[in-house]
């Protein structure tokens, strides 16, 4: 096994076994502003207290995406987002109303969201890739009574199915009739900085995360969150604010959220925020230009920058670079070896996922790395591997990654949905993730894939049962069943097995147009990219999918 030995630095291993004896989020809380005055708003902290500090002027957000290239300082978002503040106002949004943001990367996307926040509206980040179907579902069970969007998105929302809906604010050029021009409503209304102090435990946002079952459950996370926020992006990702950082996960998914923007504002780092579509060389062109100094990205994108190959790297100044982490799939050895050769530096694997709201299991600077390893539990967090009965299973073992219940950034309900949210928790004290892992005997932990059929392909995380829905919607389709198989690039891709109906024979035409109907009907990132078809797809003695099966297939252990 290949070990990374720990930096000499600040911190050490003994500090940090000091800390997981000692730690507790308590101490965090002390750091907030909230710990004396009582009044309570992330935003206040990511933002308004920076200004208040004299930090006004310092840049929170280099954007670019084609050829719009912004900076905005804290005070430009202070003022921006009470401005977006206002308006909702005016629209009459009030405190615990559901606002979805359905857009592409832009400045805008991040002021909606911290208005909002202001207001202590609850933000519903949506994915851009998602079609009518899954705006459906996500806005429709939230009630969502507002959305931003842009002209170009704005025809995948199935407004007449959304009766709750009854604004929809477009960022843009061309303005659907019936909608408001979101820049016109912000030059109407003033920018004074305003704030709605909330609770704690006040919804912060909702964020629709697929399961094994059809329907999307919608994630709840309060303002607390900032409290596993600021502590992991000191410790994990060793952020400072002479830094610069880079997360290159979009806001439609639980990273770029939570350490997209949120986590190093608490902290007062700036970030990168690239948008449009980019390749290798624009990875590489974006380090060099804003001079990222901590990159917080996925394996899918080291691989791509890795196959594009030395020239590359060569033509480019990442001599600031000093800390780079991983989240969302396998980090394989073969990625290290490429960064700690080509780049000079180790990739820090963290694993947790939308649920936790927070990184949970991580490598650390100030500890050995075992490559092929997620880590250690950060301070504060206790993991564990039980059976299915929740039993606890020692070293060597592999079973369900389960955490003990009751860390500040855990999500704190499905929403409309309690008994989904009490099946995470059927083993009390654990929180069952869905995830496979074992244990060795200094306590790192190993992920051995999801144990329920969700997907994860190129880090996004895509349910089965929606993709077999929707393909059964086709008149072509009987019955599908849908499976992760394992892939080099992507970790995994989308499989589908089809039984079709009488009168149908299969085709690559017909292929393309089942992966255009999941494309267009749900959302690019599920649509099969491999199809079989098959007698029968295996069920259940309830007559569900049965994943097991399925999963055999995909792995070719059954040529059933
Ligand atoms: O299977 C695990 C995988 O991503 C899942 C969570 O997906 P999502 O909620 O979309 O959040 C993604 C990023 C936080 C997990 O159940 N996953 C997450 N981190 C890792 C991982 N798989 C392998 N290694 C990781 N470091």
């Not at 949120?262 to 990168?272: D, G």
């Not at 990654?401 to 409309?416: E, K, T």
């Not at 069952?432 to 880090?459: C, H, K, M, P, W």
């Amino acid at each position: 096994m290949l070990v990374i030995p720990a930096l000499p630095g600040e911190h050490n291993l003994k500090d940090y076994i000091r800390a997981r004896e000692e730690f507790s989020f308590q101490s965090v809380e002390k750091e907030f502003s909230w710990s004396t005055t009582g009044r309570v708003n992330i935003v206040y902290e990511a933002v308004d207290r920076h200004v208040e500090d004299g930090y006004g002027q310092q840049v929170a957000l280099y954007f670019e995406a084609g050829a719009r290239r912004e900076e905005y300082t804290f005070s430009r978002l202070q003022h921006e987002s009470s401005r977006f503040a206002a308006v909702l106002k005016k629209y009459g949004l009030q405190k615990g109303d559901r606002l979805g943001i359905f857009m592409p990367r832009s400045p805008e996307l991040y002021i909606s969201f911290l208005g909002a926040a202001r207001l202590g509206v609850v933000v519903v980040p949506l994915f851009e890739a998602f079609m009518a179907e899954a705006l459906k579902d996500r806005l429709g069970d939230c009630q969502a009574v507002a959305v931003v969007t842009t002209p170009e998105l704005f025809p995948r929302l199935p407004l007449a199915q959304l009766p709750a809906l009854k604004h929809v604010f477009v960022v843009g050029e061309d303005i659907p009739a019936g909608t408001v021009d979101w820049h016109a409503e912000m030059s109407r209304v003033e920018g004074t900085p305003s704030m709605e102090w909330v609770g704690r435990e006040h919804p912060l946002f909702i964020l629709y995360a697929s399961g094994a079952d059809g329907r999307a459950r919608g994630l709840v996370h309060v303002h607390n969150i900032m409290v596993g926020l600021l502590i992991t992006a000191r410790w994990v990702h060793d952020l400072r604010p002479d830094d610069i950082y880079w997360c290159t996960a979009d806001p439609g998914w639980i990273t770029g959220i939570a350490y997209g923007f949120l986590a190093p504002w608490l902290l007062r780092v700036p970030v990168v925020v690239r948008g449009g579509r980019f390749n290798a060389e624009d990875w590489c062109a974006t380090l060099a230009r804003y001079r990222v100094s901590v990159w917080y990205s996925a394996p899918t994108a080291f691989r791509m920058i890795m196959s594009a190959g030395d020239e590359l790297l060569s033509r480019y100044d990442l001599s600031r670079l000093r800390h780079i982490l991983s989240v969302g799939e396998p980090l394989t050895q073969e990625v290290m070896e490429w960064s700690l050769e080509k780049l000079g530096l180790p990739i820090y694997d963290t694993w947790w996922m939308s649920e936790t709201g927070m990184n949970m299991i991580c490598n650390y600077r100030c500890m050995p790395v075992k490559v092929g390893s997620i880590g250690l539990p950060f301070p504060g967090i206790e993991a564990a591997v039980v059976d299915d009965e929740g039993r606890e299973l020692p070293p060597g073992r592999i079973g369900n990654l389960a955490i003990r219940a009751g860390w500040p950034a855990q999500f704190r309900a499905v929403w409309n949905d309690p008994a989904r949210y009490e099946e995470y928790f059927r083993h009390r004290p654990w929180f069952i993730s869905g995830d496979a892992a074992y244990r060795d005997e200094e306590g790192y932990f190993y992920f051995q894939g999801r144990l329920d059929g969700v997907i994860n392909t190129s880090g996004e995380r895509v349910g089965p049962a929606e993709v077999e829905r929707k393909l059964e919607e086709h008149p072509a389709v009987a019955r599908a069943g849908v499976a992760g198989k394992p892939d080099k690039l992507r970790g995994e891709i989308v499989k589908a097995y089809i039984v079709l109906n009488p009168g149908y024979t299969w085709s690559d035409e017909l292929a393309g147009e089942l992966r255009e109907f999941v494309r267009t009907g749900l959302a690019a990132h599920a649509a099969p990219r491999e199809f079989e078809v098959r007698e029968a797809i295996p069920l259940t003695r309830d007559g569900r999918v049965d994943r097991r099966v399925l999963r055999e297939w995909v792995l070719g252990l059954n040529r059933g």
